[in-house]
């Protein structure tokens, strides 16, 4: 059976972006027909200046989240990373197979760095290292696919890389893995600012549509969106950036192509309000379940202790058999 693992940073109050991109597919395919791990990555959110009552509070949201969206844990393993020490031993090795040069030239670590130091902090070492952190999330559970939004390409390439480079050297140790992408909204864009993703750690809240967020807000939020400066509606990512972005969500909304719905619109006016409404309506039940769960905690504390226990067993062997190739005497 297929293996599938993701995983989402507790950095930040969960997206529309974290949803399509991510999420949904995970709750609505992969769980189903595959063998599926969903982590709630909590140490890759102390890369960046963090305050640890915030980290310990969102990451119980987004594990509620991703229960909220529809992972059942009779069909998935749901789990927090830092409740699993395999990620962290394997991580080690992996630094051990990763060169300098390959970490630097990661996209969002040059971002992300660059945005640390115009704020006049300091780049902590883990944001440099975490692409290692990841690929060891994926490697220790012998990982087919890893079903994320675009933005995460690179990482997940690195990943393969990783692997390859490992089992040529120390044998035949780690699945090879590759990422999988939602046939639209694979990178949904900030509804203020076009040009750039819509990510949940970024400041720019009116352009950015949180699953908690309540209907009025939502509408609001898309009615106000950026559109571009033409007037008909027409699928053109990059002359129509905005007017592309409201099309891809409505079409990942309705299980639409973007192509097809821009004809069925004469005006922004009407393409904003059905996108204000799909979204309204994709979100509700998640909303719903959402607060059911936030009124039994101690349902979810459950599912991530049964979830962590299943996920150390998968993953102990991979890890073991990595730290006895690579020269490392058994204890
Ligand atoms: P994170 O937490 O930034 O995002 C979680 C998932 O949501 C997707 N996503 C989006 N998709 C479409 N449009 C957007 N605007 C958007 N924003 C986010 C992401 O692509 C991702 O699939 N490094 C990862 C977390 C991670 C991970 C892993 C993922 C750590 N270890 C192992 C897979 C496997 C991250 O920062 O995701």
């Not at 090795?93 to 945005?115: F, S, W």
């Not at 115009?118 to 890893?146: H, N, Q």
């Not at 390859?164 to 203020?192: E, I």
């Amino acid at each position: 059976m297929t293996r599938v693992f993701s995983g989402i940073k507790p950095t930040g109050h969960l997206t529309l972006g974290n949803y399509l991109g991510a999420m949904r597919r995970w709750a609505e395919v992969d769980q189903h027909r595959s063998e599926a791990l969903f982590c709630v990555v909590d140490l890759h959110a102390l890369t960046v200046d963090h305050d640890p009552a915030r980290v310990r509070r969102l990451s119980r949201q987004a594990a509620t989240l991703l229960l909220a969206s529809g992972l059942d844990p009779e069909r998935c393993t749901v789990f927090v990373q830092s409740h699993v020490d395999e990620h962290a031993r394997l991580s080690y090795l992996l630094e051990c197979v990763a060169t300098d040069g390959e970490m630097r030239r990661m996209i969002q670590y040059k971002e992300k760095a660059a945005r640390e130091q115009r704020r006049g902090g300091s780049v902590r070492l883990s944001l440099l290292t975490y692409p290692v952190l990841m690929a060891a999330d994926i490697l220790a559970y012998g990982t087919d696919e890893v079903p994320v939004g675009d933005d995460q390409t690179q990482h997940v390439e690195l990943s393969r890389d990783l692997a390859v480079r490992f089992n040529q050297r120390y044998g035949h140790t780690f699945v090879v893995p590759r990422a999988t992408h939602p046939k639209v909204a694979a990178r949904v864009m900030n509804l203020q600012d076009p040009a750039s993703k819509m990510g949940k750690s970024d400041d720019s809240g009116p352009g950015i549509v949180y699953l908690l967020d309540e209907p009025e807000v939502v509408r609001k939020k898309v009615m106000r969106a950026v559109t571009d400066s033409g007037r008909d509606v027409v699928y053109d990512r990059q002359e129509r950036p905005g007017v592309a972005n409201l099309l891809e969500i409505l079409a990942a909304c309705e299980g639409k192509d973007p192509e097809d719905l821009s004809g069925a619109y004469a005006s922004y006016g009407a393409l904003k309000k059905d996108t204000a409404e799909a979204v309204v309506e994709v979100l509700r039940p998640v909303q719903a379940r959402h607060r059911e769960l936030c009124a039994d905690p101690a349902q979810v504390e459950a599912v991530l202790r049964a979830g962590a226990e299943k996920a150390r067993e998968m993953a102990r062997p991979t890890v073991d058999a990595a730290y006895r190739a690579i020269g490392l005497l058994p204890a």
